[in-house]
């Protein structure tokens, strides 16, 4: 099939898509989906080709190939051997439909575009060419750790999960842990020497189950970010019970750690089970949301695995459905009321109550605490408005409330006077207006006026006032009624103010304290945005945008917009959000517009720092290079130009003396070239490794034979009878050469430079120790710098690179390398690498 002429950088090319096949471990089966997937492809007419496919000589595997492109791969040398990599070249010439390249976290030898294969690929989807991979779930960066505590193996080859989350399709390639093992025994994986080593390590049935549960757990996480995108473009707000999520509410009250505990142990009963906790920030007049107890429950829910959130909401119950909805929640928790027998006698429904009525297909679990039922105060109303049902009982309360008063005051006609009867009726004003508002207190003093005029002013059964004084007592009645209930009537209100502010500080305080905690990723802030303010979709739009034509801060059928910065609009969508929580959502966008423009100094600040780092480097380096580079050229032209002089008879000894000089000069200069050109390839990340098990007894005597005549006896003990370290022989050489060199250097010329080895656990430990002047507490990370010499203050001393490039070396290898103190005074360096022993087989993945 003729390939399609596409630059890699013409305007208007679709990307291409990419799929991944992910697996647990090595062998499941990847490369062979991924050519079967290239096969078929292939036979619906599709121009595929194999850009790269790494078979690991298995027929089966290679079997696949048969009928498919395969295009030659490049070759680079490397380190004296030669190995084959993706030609990207050829492939964008070539400009297939689709590319199938393997091993998708691969670090590419020196010599190519890109360090990284994933970068590779990135360059085919930018050209417009669809791209099938592979990859393992211990390559992945935000796994990486994980990892290598359950296998006890670093991966040094590993891939952003932002690369493998963007693909279009990734599909998981599994298999049982004992089926994989028994292809391992039968030597469909590996070659038959490597086998049994491989089975009792990585291999282990705990490992694979490790790695395999992480994979599904994995992938199903990108499952269900793409079904919540699904929710979300379609508008569906039902419950879609796919796995459970239990969300807890939590007032900062007492009763938190106990619903915590318990809505836990909920999400436990299914595995995979997430745990969210919420928080409605506004005072419910049950017990003050305490910030400290509210921090400290946040704690808790993060150590269990959980995501703590803070929503706003003038209606608890509805904030915490619209949240629990959002979420795709299966069950919420909530704790049972700890308001008083007096607190329920005025308003007998609570929050819990309302939830349950409204969750609908959310099951809601009411859990007993101690606290329950315990409240002390009388509960405030929240929000701007009454709820509908004290609108309408504070009314009936206006005319049911005096009539009941009178009945009981006339079976007692004559145990009370004028003014005690009128001094209830009036606390029964003030009850209807801290029910109802002013308008129902308004009706209450009216039917009380007339109740007192009719029945207990004489002469009863009459609305005449006969008396002057008993005329004045009914118009203070009114007046005082009529005061105090809207003196209680504006106390409520302004108690609901404060309440709402308190809600606005404390949803701003969760936000700084976002940003606080380091929680500046501005995604991170859209999603609490979003779930504050119960909203299906948060975004940040260009003010270009079509969307932002219109008005930028207005609402139009649930869809609100709030200008965030000069350049930036923040669209929410989901409902119509009243005035007040507008104020909030201002400061929100306030707080994005501030994050984004961190995150633009933060990104330009990180395209300069590598250009500060190697302007520093730069300096460093002529700083020192005029005089250490310069000396043994010196010296070595020097006795090169005296040999060749024919002024000069000079006899066998001096012309031997002569030599010698050019020869360690020459030595000396190829030591810090070979230095300097390794440090380069540590900071650029291109140094390849290629570890085996390396005996210490082996590879000192050809540390020390690069070096010129020491000042001082060196001595070793022990390195003979410990086992072999995995290591690449030729920079472990490099390594132990720079650290006698450090030890010489600083050692006294009447005393030894020792080196021991003694075997660890999994590691062996050899030990450079010097009997010098030591180092202080303060020195010890200087000297890992590179050109920084101790002091800085002898120019004569070298680039100050040996230490620097040894722990560079010593980490790439696996190991480390740290200072300490000799007994008696001087310097130990410790060198630790793994024991080759305890190590997979030689070319594991």
């Not at 393992?136 to 960066?141: D, G, R, T």
């Not at 469909?188 to 490790?210: M, S």
């Not at 569906?236 to 459970?244: A, F, K, L, M, Q």
């Not at 050109?677 to 540590?682: E, G």
Request: hydrophobic content about 45%; overall charge negative.
């Amino acid at each position: 099939m003729a390939p399609r002429v596409v630059a890699a950088d013409t305007p208007g090319v679709r990307p291409g898509k990419l799929k991944v096949f992910l697996g647990a471990a090595p062998g499941v089966g990847k490369t062979y989906r991924m050519l079967d997937e290239g096969r078929r492809r292939a036979r619906r007419g599709t121009d595929v080709v194999v850009a790269y496919a790494e078979c690991h000589s298995r027929p089966l595997t290679e079997e696949k190939l048969d009928g498919l492109e395969i295009l030659p791969r490049t070759h680079r040398a490397y380190r004296g051997s030669t190995f084959t990599e993706l030609d990207l070249d050829r492939v964008l010439a070539r400009c297939p439909e689709v590319a199938l390249v393997d091993e998708l976290a691969h670090t590419n030898i020196p010599g190519g575009r890109n360090a990284k294969r994933w970068q590779d690929i990135e360059g085919l989807l930018a050209a417009g060419i669809d791209v099938v991979t592979t990859v393992n779930v211990q390559h992945l960066e935000s796994l990486n750790d994980v990892v290598e505590k359950i296998t006890g193996v670093p991966q040094r080859e590993t891939v952003p999960d932002e690369v493998v989350r963007r693909a279009d399709q990734i599909e998981l390639v599994d298999m049982p842990a004992e089926a994989l093992r028994r292809r391992m025994a039968h030597g469909n994986i590996y070659q038959p020497e490597k086998v049994d080593a491989a089975l009792a390590h990585y291999f282990r049935v705990g490992n694979l189950t490790a790695l395999r549960e992480l994979a599904l757990l994995w992938v199903a996480g990108r499952v269900d970010e793409t079904l919540q995108k699904y929710r979300s473009e379609h508008g569906i707000g039902t419950v879609w019970e796919t796995r459970e999520r239990v969300v807890v509410a939590l007032t900062g009250g007492p009763e938190g750690e106990t619903l915590i505990r318990r809505a836990e142990r909920i999400a436990d009963r299914s595995s995979g089970g997430d745990l969210l906790a919420v928080h409605v920030a506004r005072s419910d007049g049950l017990a003050d949301a305490s910030p400290a107890a509210l921090a400290k429950q946040r704690e808790l829910v993060e150590s269990l695995g959980g995501s703590y959130h803070s929503v706003v909401g003038d209606h608890v119950p509805t904030a915490l459905l619209e949240f629990a909805r959002a979420e795709n929640a299966t069950q919420l928790v909530l704790g049972t009321s700890r308001r008083s027998w007096l607190s329920r006698l005025v308003a007998p429904r609570g929050i819990g109550e309302d939830t349950v009525e409204l969750s609908g297909d959310i099951d809601v679990h009411m859990v007993t605490h101690e606290r329950a039922g315990r409240g002390r105060r009388l509960p405030i109303p929240g929000g701007r408005r009454l709820p509908h049902a004290r609108r309408v009982a504070g009314p009936l309360a206006g005319l049911v409330l005096p009539l009941l008063l009178t009945a009981v005051l006339a079976n007692t006609r004559g145990t009370l006077n004028l003014t005690s009867e009128a001094l209830l009726f009036l606390v029964t004003v003030i009850g209807v207006a801290c029910l109802g508002g002013v308008v129902s207190a308004l009706l209450a003093s009216l039917t009380a006026s007339l109740l007192v005029n009719y029945y207990f002013i004489p002469p009863s059964g009459q609305f005449t006032v006969t008396e002057p004084n008993n005329a004045l007592a009914l118009a203070v009645f009114v007046v005082v009624a009529v005061t105090v209930a809207a003196l209680v009537d504006r106390s409520l209100r302004l108690a609901r103010r404060a309440a709402s502010a308190t809600a606005e500080a404390e949803t701003l305080s969760s936000m700084a304290g976002n940003i606080l905690r380091g929680d500046q990723a501005v995604p991170i802030l859209l999603e609490r945005t979003r779930e504050t303010f119960g909203m299906e979709s948060a975004d940040l739009v260009p003010r270009s945008d079509p969307e932002t034509e219109a008005e930028a801060d207005g609402d139009a059928d649930g869809v609100v917009k709030v200008p965030a910065g000069p350049d930036r609009v923040l669209v929410l969508r989901g409902r119509t959000l009243p005035a007040s929580e507008h104020r909030v959502l201002t400061a929100f966008a306030a707080h994005l517009a501030a994050a984004l423009d961190h995150a633009r100094l933060t990104e330009a600040a990180a395209e300069v720092e590598p250009v500060k780092a190697a302007d520093r480097m730069r300096t460093a380096l002529l700083a020192a290079v005029s005089h250490d580079l310069r000396t043994p050229l010196a010296a070595g032209r020097a006795a090169v130009s005296s040999l060749r002089s024919t002024d000069v008879d000079f006899s066998a000894d001096e012309r031997e003396e002569l030599l010698t000089t050019a020869d360690e000069s020459l030595a000396k200069l190829n030591r810090l070239v070979d230095n300097l050109l390794d440090m380069s390839r540590l900071r650029a990340g291109a140094l390849t490794l290629h570890l085996q098990p390396t005996a210490f007894a082996d590879v000192l005597p050809l540390a020390l034979d690069t070096l010129s005549t020491a000042s001082v006896p060196i001595e070793s003990q022990g390195l003979a009878e410990t086992c072999d370290v995995l290591a690449d022989p030729p920079l472990l050489e490099r390594v132990l050469a720079n650290l006698v060199i450090n030890a010489v250097r600083h050692s006294p010329d009447d005393q030894r430079v020792l080196l021991s080895a003694s075997s660890l656990g999994s590691r062996v430990e050899l030990r450079v120790i010097d009997r010098g002047p030591g180092l202080r507490p303060e020195d010890r990370d200087r000297i890992f710098v590179p050109f920084q010499r101790l002091g800085d203050n002898n120019n004569t001393a070298g680039l100050g690179l040996g230490l620097a490039l040894s722990r560079g070396l010593a980490e790439a290898m696996g190991g480390t390398l740290t200072p300490e103190d000799t007994p008696g005074g001087g310097l130990t360096m410790v060198l630790a690498l793994r024991a080759a022993a305890a190590q997979e087989p030689a070319g594991h993945p």
